[in-house]
């Protein structure tokens, strides 16, 4: 059992049942240069496991991660573990204990492994009131790290680098990460190996998981919301949605017995993909 990363030192943050959502999302919308991206996400995250966000390409997945962080200009309610966060700048949002590992990553390629964690390190040792980093987690959690400390990351395979992008979030005694297509451009044997690194991080930590492999989803994740068009389409139990075929080619342009999905392709096509712009700054 992995011990939690949690600080026990956290007065400011009021307490949670274990049935109330670690993050709540409540219409959020999204406005870039006049084109309206989100239309209305309501979104729970559990406080505990790991919940995906899916949808076809273009849906609005990423641009909604990047609202809940500050990333993009956004409106509506989110709020983490009772407090609200929606009129927060980026790095006031992340001190409330929230990771993010962006869709490609965003290691160093030019620095070593050790380097890249460091960089990460949110306080200043011996900063008044300043958690230390948690190497020791980091380190249970993904050895070869520590093995690799002088690596130049740019030198890793791609789930290596996933485990720095990871571990990083895990270093600040985050209490969410939030993974934008961790898997995205991967091959098979490296999905599996990312696979595991992400079921091992949510022992620790819950996880947010932005997704478009349902083999990874169906293994991985308890609770799912999908986007269609900028909007939630659906929130549920994720075993429940992959097998239901009808419902999972509406709304994510698959059936839950296709190859992705790890079982045989269906013999009716797939519908049509939706047509939509997403933006991404």
Do not use: W
């Amino acid at each position: 059992m992995i011990s939690s990363p949690f600080s026990s030192s956290s007065s400011s943050v009021p307490p949670t049942s274990p049935a109330d959502p670690l993050l709540s999302v409540r219409d959020l919308r999204v406005v870039i240069d006049g084109l309206h991206i989100l239309h209305g996400v309501d979104l729970d995250v559990a406080p505990a496991g790991v919940t995906a966000l899916l949808g076809r390409n273009g849906a609005g997945k990423t641009t909604a991660v990047k609202a809940v962080m500050g990333l993009v200009p956004r409106t509506g309610s989110v709020r983490f573990s009772g407090v609200e966060l929606s009129s927060l700048p980026t790095h006031l949002v992340v001190r409330h204990g929230i990771g993010y590992a962006p869709e490609d990553r965003g290691i160093f390629a030019g620095l070593t492994v050790a380097e890249n964690l460091r960089l990460a390190e949110r306080g200043a040792r011996g900063e008044t009131g300043a958690d230390e980093p948690n190497y020791p987690l980091v380190h249970e959690l993904f050895p070869e790290l520590k093995q690799r400390a002088g690596q130049l990351a740019g030198t890793l395979s791609g789930g290596q680098q996933q485990m720095v992008a990871i571990g990083r979030t895990l270093l600040n005694r985050n209490r969410l990460i939030i993974a934008d297509e961790p898997t995205k451009g991967l091959a098979p044997k490296i999905v599996a190996e990312v696979a595991e690194v992400l079921a091992r991080a949510a022992e620790a930590v819950p996880v947010l998981l932005v997704e478009q492999n349902l083999a990874l989803v169906r293994r991985l994740a308890g609770t799912c919301a999908v986007l269609a068009d900028g909007r939630t389409a659906h929130r549920g139990d994720t075993a429940e949605l992959l097998a239901d075929e009808e419902a999972a080619r509406r709304l994510l342009g698959v059936g839950s017995r296709h190859p992705l999905a790890g079982g045989p392709r269906p013999a009716v096509a797939p519908a049509a993909p939706v047509v939509t712009a997403e933006v991404k700054p």
